[in-house]
Nanobody, 124 residues
Framework: QVQLVESGGRLVQAGGSLRLSCAAS????????MGWFRRAPGKEREFVAG????????YYADSVKGRFTISRDNAKNTVYLQMNSLKPEDTAVYYC?????????????????WGQGTQVTVSS
């Protein structure tokens, strides 16, 4: 059974940095895409960043390009989201998800498994 466990969320001041982690288990992910999404209060869940588990190729939402970096450690089966220059509008619950295909995806319904989320709060 696939399990995704996020960690690293906390309260941080605007301009600060955080690194989120997502530990994945339960199957081989070599032919998968991993994604980070977020849901801000009163808003729908939105795509943030994605990475190919095998190739390491990455893609980002325009709102986070140049500030956020997604990466993975194959040996640890862990995906990271490094978030720099944080803004109050980055406040949200952040989720990692896995898409059981090699093709990129940015829509919520394209992903097959989800973590429980971790809260990131950016104060102004």
């Amino acid at each position: 059974q696939v399990q995704l466990v996020e960690s690293g969320g906390r309260l941080v001041q605007a301009g600060g940095s955080l690194r989120l982690s997502c530990a994945a288990s339960g199957r081989t992910f070599s032919s998968s895409m991993m994604g980070w999404f977020r849901r801000a209060p009163g808003k729908e869940r939105e795509f943030v960043a994605g990475i190919s588990w095998s190739r390491g190729s990455t893609y980002y939402a325009d709102s986070v390009k140049g500030r956020f970096t997604i990466s993975r450690d194959n040996a640890k089966n862990t995906v990271y989201l490094q978030m720099n220059s944080l803004k109050p509008e980055d406040t949200a619950v952040y989720y990692c998800a896995v898409r059981l295909t090699v093709w990129p995806g940015t829509k919520e319904n394209e992903y097959d498994y989800w973590g429980q989320g971790t809260q990131v709060t950016v104060s102004s």
